[in-house]
Structure formats: structure tokens, C-alpha cells
């Protein structure tokens, strides 16, 4: 969990020592009765020396066939937690597993992104085990190649909850009869992205609903059924999804929580287990108040920097720009990734990164243009194609050096390697979807940075972040400024002006309006941006509503932002709805004072 504020922050080597300390365990694989051969796999072949602590709570609980509730930060190696006791009990199953067996393992995961990268690790794990064939089935894909791949059978299957619940009812050759685990990876997501109707009828389907019919005790063979839920945030939703699937289950990573007091088994205080009551109404009520309990606070990785910087809506882009290029100058190696509230926004903001020229500023240099940043751009959204997409996903992962503008659709779960800095140039909203955007980042005791954009009129947002034990402090953006040249000079010491009229800033913004007016479709990108980021603000929830608040926008700044010189029009009725109720609004709380608005085009 992160520090609060007002304590000061100890060395950062300090802190990542510290942090990898808490990390691992001092047992190995070996030691956690995992095969031979998966455990010799794991250490030469994948890097992992000792299991996490994680781990190192989740893989005996695992194996042991209870349900399983884990809490665990992002990026302290969930996936394997659940992954390898599955190899490790497929692989010693007598009869030896077989195709025409169909699926034992279904792995349910909120994007396609992440179902693909479970679907590799999953592979490497089974790379000894040939018998056991890892697959998937998610939205995007073709359905005819993937009835022919669950026709010939897969062991261990990663789904996306649509596409999975489609081949349930259309699949007649998909055999599931010997399901025994149901894994939930990111379960607080998978029910927040609506799939919350489709996960009750998959497990209607499946049988594994608490108190729905066993499928399997029909055909007078009773299979032992375990699920297994993981995230490093949960909520409401998990807490039902918890009641209505897992039976008394085995709760990791929640014991930290303030706790009604149960009993824990034998690995003491790592796990709290409800097992051994005798009252099934007394372990319901337990659960339930672990549950509750549990949803508010949240763990963040101890060596994670957090930082936020305030910025004026007119000049978010050339700030976002000065901040870039000042990353890619102090480290030419650096993997970044840009979070924003939208699709067309993050189509817009990829063309500026990507495209962007610009002269240096000198007199002579005037004419001369070249990139404003020379690194590889990859977006990321749901609205791409499925190619683009996977190009997009594959292509960061493997990149050194390169920035990642996405909407949230990669905030969960993925595993960039080496990525340094996270940018939140979009509030995320939810206390949880900040720790998971920051979670991409600062991963297995990484180094790692992120940076919140805030606008004045949005600070309350920080007290809301320290509710649930999250500090951030502020970002030395003036100084990062006073670094670059202004006119092809150096600065000397410069006088305290205001953010928007720095030279520098004012410059960029030129080059940015100038960018984007050149080319009618750049304008086009820009104009959808900006209606799609103002429909996104409208749309904050409940206490959130109070911070980011569309009424105390000025939205000529806004356009700015998009480097529009004049605002564009909200067209469609939504828009319109929304403009008259803030005109109103305005009109309400200032009757005395008239005020511009703005105007339509
Ligand atoms: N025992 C280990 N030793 C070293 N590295 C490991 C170990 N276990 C997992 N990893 C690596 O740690 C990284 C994070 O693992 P993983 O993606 O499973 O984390 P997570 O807890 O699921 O994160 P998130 O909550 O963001 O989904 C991966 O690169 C993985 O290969």
C-alpha cells in the first residue's frame, strides 16, 4: 500500500530492495510440491527462480481443490498462481489427458489482449506436458476456426465471456463435461464491462452455480469443481459473483483487511480459510464481511512513484508533448504508456504523437523540421480492427523504446515488458481503474513512474485516491519546462509566468493549431476527439460527478486542447441535452452575472 503524505519518502533503491524483499518467498516451486519437470521449466526455461509470495499462499490452495479468493497487487505474478497447479494436476491425471476429452480448465478474462497473453503463458507451461493443449476463444475471432479447435478439444481454454458463452450455446462439439476449474482472472472487470449477465448464464450453463444442477452428477459421475477468482482490486460485484460461485472458499490477500476474526489454516497468517466452520450461515456472514471489507483499500507496488501534475485545460497537449520529450531526452530508451478516456481521442492524440513536426526554434533551423518525438507510436482501442489490434499489442511488447496511447482496454492485466512510466493524461474515474493503469508499470519489484493529469478545477480527485490509501505528490513540471530552449536559446533565469503564456508552451501550441488545421482529416480526428473526451467527462459516476464536473469546464479550452482554435459544435442530441442542462446550470448558480457561452458552430 502506498505511504501517505507527510512522511518522508525513504531512498528509492531503498524502496525497491524492500519491495522485492516483500515480493518473493523463501521457499522455491519444489518446496510447494509443484512436478519436477514443471518446476526445472519455470526456473531455466521462464527466469523464476522463487515463487512470489502470492505464490507461494495461492498454488497450495489451489492444488488442494478449494475455491479460491485472491487479492493480490498487479503484477506480483497472479497468473501463475492459477496456472500452474492446473499444468501440474492435468499433468499427472490418470487416464493421461486426452483431446477428445474437451476442456478442464476455463480461464474467463475481461479483454482479448489479456486472453491472448494468458493463452502464451499457458503454453509455456505445458511446453513439456505435449498432451495438454492450451487454447482460446474471444470476441473478434473467427467462430468457424474456433468450433473446428474446440471440436478436436482443449485442455485448458482462455475465454473472453461473449464469445465463450456464444460457443456454449451454438458449439454442440464443444465437451466440457470434465470442467473441474472455473478461473476468474480480473473478476471485478469481467463484471464491471457488463458481462455480468453473460458470467451468470455461463455458469448457469456450466453448472457451477451455487445450488444450480450438476450436470455431472446426471450422468452419475461427480466431478469436483473448483473456481477460482483473482484481482488486485474488488468490488461489489466480486462480492456477489463470490456468493453465487464459491463455496466456502479459501481467501488470499485479504487478511490485511480490518476483518471480523476467523480461523486460519495450517499456513497461518497468509490465507484465511472458512473451511473449518460448522455453521454454514456463520461462514456466509464471515465471507460476506471479509468481502465488504476488503473493497476499499488498495495495494499498490511499494517501489511505484506517484505523481500528478496540475495542468490548465487549454495546454494539457503541449504539456503532455514538453513532459514526453523530456522522457525520451534524459533516457532515448523508454517505454511509456498514455491512458485516455476515449477512442477517437486516442486516434487523435496517436496522429499528434506519431506525426508531429516541428523546427527547433533557431533562426536558422527554421525551415528545417523533424519529428517532435522520434520514438515508435502504438494505439490501443476497442474500436480497432482485430489485426490492428493484435499488431498494436505485439508490436509494443516487443518494441525497447516506444510510447502506447490507449483507452482502458489495456489498463487490466497486460504484461508490457520493461515499460518505465505511465501517463494518466484522462482521469481514470474509479480509485480501482487508477491502481490498474499504474499497475502496468513498477511490475515483479520493477522500477517504475506514473503521472496523473489534473486540472485545477479536478485536485479534489486526490482526496478521493487517499480514501483508498493511494498518495500521490506533485510533479516539478516548472523545472522540467526551464529546461528547453526558448528561440533557439538556453534559459537564464526566467521570471514566474503563468503556465499558458510560457514561451515555450505558446510556441508548441502554435505548431500543434498549425498541425492540426493543415489537413481536413487531422481537423476531422480533432473535432471527434474533442465530442467523445466531453461526452467521456459527462459520464464520471456517482461521488466522482461532484470533481469532474462538466458545467466548470470552459470548453474553448478544451478545444485547445485538442489544438482546435474555435470549438466545435456537440452535435447530436446527447450533446445537445447535455449543453442546454449545463447552460441552465450556469444560469441557476450566477443569475446576477452573464456569462459567454459557447457557441455553436
Ligand atoms: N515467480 C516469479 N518470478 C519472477 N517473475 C515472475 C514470477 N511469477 C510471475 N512473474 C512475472 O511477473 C510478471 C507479472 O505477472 P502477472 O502478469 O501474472 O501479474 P498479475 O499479478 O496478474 O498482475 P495484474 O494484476 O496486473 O494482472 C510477468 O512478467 C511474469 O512473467
Not at 475465454?159 to 458463452?165: E, K, N, Q, V
Not at 479536478?458 to 485516491?465: G, N, Q, R, S, T
Not at 529546461?483 to 503563468?498: A, E, L, T, W, Y
Not at 498549425?514 to 487531422?522: I, Q, R
Amino acid at each position: 500500500m502506498s505511504k501517505k503524505l507527510g512522511k518522508p519518502p525513504p531512498p528509492a533503491a531503498a524502496v525497491q530492495e524492500e519491495g522485492r524483499e516483500e515480493l518473493f518467498a523463501s521457499c522455491s516451486f519444489a518446496d510447494l510440491g509443484l512436478h519436477p519437470t514443471l518446476c526445472a521449466h519455470l526456473q531455466d526455461k521462464m527466469g523464476f527462480q522463487a515463487p512470489t509470495r502470492i505464490q507461494a499462499q495461492a498454488i497450495p490452495v489451489a492444488m488442494s481443490g478449494q475455491h479460491m479468493l485472491v487479492k493480490a497487487a498487479t503484477g506480483t505474478g497472479k497468473t501463475l498462481a492459477y496456472l500452474a497447479p492446473i499444468v501440474h494436476l492435468l499433468q499427472m491425471r490418470e487416464p493421461r489427458v486426452d483431446r477428445t476429452h474437451g476442456t478442464f480448465a476455463l480461464v474467463l478474462v475481461p479483454t482479448r489482449e489479456l486472453c491472448l497473453q494468458v493463452y502464451g503463458i499457458a503454453q509455456q507451461l505445458v511446453h513439456r506436458f505435449h498432451w495438454i493443449v492450451p487454447g482460446y476463444v474471444m470476441g473478434g475471432e473467427n467462430r468457424a476456426k474456433e468450433k473446428a479447435r474446440l471440436r478436436k478439444g482443449i485442455s485448458i481454454l482462455i475465454a473472453t465471456p461473449g464469445r465463450l458463452l456464444d460457443h456454449l450455446q451454438h458449439t454442440a462439439s464443444f465437451v466440457y463435461s470434465n470442467l473441474r476449474w472455473i478461473v476468474f482472472d480480473e473478476a471485478d472487470s469481467i463484471l464491471e464491462l457488463g458481462f455480468g449477465k453473460a458470467v451468470e448464464d455461463i455458469l448457469e450453463h456450466l453448472g457451477s452455480r451455487n445450488g444450480a444442477p450438476d450436470q455431472n452428477k446426471n450422468k452419475g459421475e461427480h466431478i469436483q469443481r473448483q473456481n477460482l477468482l483473482l484481482s488486485a482490486t474488488l468490488n461489489e460485484k466480486v462480492n456477489r459473483l463470490a456468493k453465487i460461485s464459491l463455496k466456502n472458499p479459501v481467501m488470499i490477500g485479504l487478511d490485511d483487511q480490518k476483518k471480523p476474526s476467523g480461523k486460519s489454516n495450517k499456513l497461518g497468517n497468509s490465507h484465511t480459510s472458512l473451511l473449518s466452520d460448522d455453521e454454514d450461515d456463520g461462514i456466509l456472514e464471515k465471507q460476506n464481511d471479509i468481502l465488504e471489507h476488503a473493497v476499499d483499500d488498495f495495494k499498490l507496488p511499494a517501489q511505484l512513484v506517484q505523481r500528478y501534475v496540475k495542468v490548465s485545460c487549454g495546454s494539457r497537449l503541449a504539456v503532455l508533448l514538453t513532459i514526453l520529450k523530456s522522457l525520451f531526452e534524459r533516457q532515448i530508451s523508454q517505454k511509456v504508456v498514455i491512458f485516455l478516456s476515449t477512442c477517437d481521442s486516442v486516434d487523435f492524440h496517436y496522429t499528434v504523437l506519431s506525426q508531429l513536426e516541428w523546427s527547433s526554434g533557431s533562426q536558422l533551423d527554421k525551415d528545417k523540421k523533424q519529428k517532435f518525438l522520434s520514438c515508435k507510436v502504438f494505439r490501443l482501442h476497442g474500436n480497432m480492427e482485430q489485426d490492428d489490434r493484435k499488431k498494436s499489442f505485439l508490436g509494443f511488447g516487443s518494441e525497447k523504446s516506444a510510447i502506447l496511447v490507449s483507452t482502458d482496454v489495456a489498463a487490466r492485466g497486460l504484461d508490457f515488458p520493461k515499460v518505465k512510466y505511465i501517463i494518466q493524461y484522462d482521469s481514470p474515474g474509479e480509485a480501482s481503474e487508477y491502481v490498474h493503469r499504474v499497475g502496468r508499470t513498477a511490475r515483479i519489484g520493477e522500477k517504475g513512474e506514473a503521472l496523473l493529469f489534473l486540472q485545477p478545477i479536478e485536485l479534489d480527485y486526490l482526496k478521493d485516491l487517499e480514501s483508498h490509501g493511494v498518495s500521490l505528490t506533485e510533479y516539478p513540471f516548472q523545472k522540467v519546462l526551464d529546461s528547453f530552449p526558448v528561440n533557439g536559446q538556453k534559459p537564464h533565469k526566467r521570471k514566474m509566468i503563468s503556465l499558458d503564456m510560457h514561451p515555450w508552451i505558446m510556441s508548441l501550441q502554435r505548431s500543434l493549431e498549425g498541425f492540426v488545421a493543415a489537413e481536413d482529416a487531422t481537423k476531422k480526428l480533432a473535432r471527434d476527439a474533442f465530442c467523445s473526451w466531453v461526452r467521456a467527462y459527462t459520464a464520471h459516476r456517482g461521488e466522482l460527478k461532484k470533481i469532474f464536473m462538466v458545467k466548470k469546464l470552459h470548453l474553448g479550452h478544451v478545444a485547445k486542447s485538442f489544438g482546435l482554435k474555435e470549438q466545435p459544435s456537440l452535435v447530436g442530441r446527447s450533446h445537445q441535452v447535455q449543453l442546454k442542462k449545463r447552460k441552465k446550470e450556469q444560469k441557476r448558480e450566477r443569475p446576477a452575472k452573464r456569462r459567454k457561452l459557447p457557441s455553436k458552430k
